[in-house]
């Protein structure tokens, strides 16, 4: 009996069909991926979110750094000192406060995994964006907190969201950036190139 060989036009012809479904299947990869962290995103901006009410529904008050009395969103450091005082550290802060005088039970609010203090960030690596009702009217005045969607007043006592991928976070009145990602239920609206708030 005889033994066939692939011929060299057969074994091009198997490289080209390889090729095509490689082709196929990593776009389909790097779309749920990306969905993925958008999902992950969603759920640890909610987190975040839900962990500042439990901490609210605790003490009776939004745990808003010393000092702060704008509606704008946290600065780096009154986020680093944020994600502190809810995960229950003891830490001593001259500009934001101490833990001490915030969370005098020393409370755990928020669970980081890897444990890392003052440390919580969107898949990005980039920390969220949190804005809180310091004066508590009921509403975040959008013109101050500059959250990227379609309203002009929230209503609501924190706000958290990431500025997704691609890191930018446009507030132009003509434009909201599509790929943010809310503890607030948005949905873009494609004819108005906004994000929109789902009430």
């Not at 964006?129 to 975040?140: C, M, Q, T």
């Not at 909201?176 to 004819?191: E, L, M, P």
Request: charged residues 25%.
């Amino acid at each position: 009996m005889k033994k066939k060989n692939f011929t060299l036009v057969e074994l091009l012809t198997v490289i080209a069909v390889i090729a095509v479904l490689a082709g196929m299947i990593v776009p389909a990869v790097n779309g749920a991926i990306k969905k993925g962290e958008l999902t992950k995103a969603k759920a640890e901006a909610t987190t975040l979110a839900n962990a500042i009410k439990q901490y609210e529904s605790t003490y009776g008050v939004l745990p808003v750094p010393k000092g702060k009395s704008d509606e704008k969103p946290l600065t780096d450091d009154q986020y680093t000192w944020l994600i502190k005082l809810l995960q229950g550290k003891s830490f001593s802060d001259s500009t934001n406060g101490d833990s001490k005088n915030y969370n005098r039970r020393g409370m755990k609010f928020l669970d980081v995994v890897g444990n890392t203090e003052g440390v919580y960030q969107d898949p990005w690596d980039q920390n969220y964006i949190v804005v809180l009702d310091v004066d508590y009217d009921g509403k975040i005045a959008n013109s101050a907190a500059e959250v990227p969607v379609d309203a002009s007043d929230l209503y609501f006592s924190v706000i958290v969201w990431s500025v997704g991928p691609d890191g930018k976070s446009d507030t132009s009145a003509d434009k909201k950036n599509k790929d943010n990602v809310y503890s607030i239920n948005t949905q873009w609206d494609s004819s108005a190139k906004k994000v929109k708030i789902i009430k």
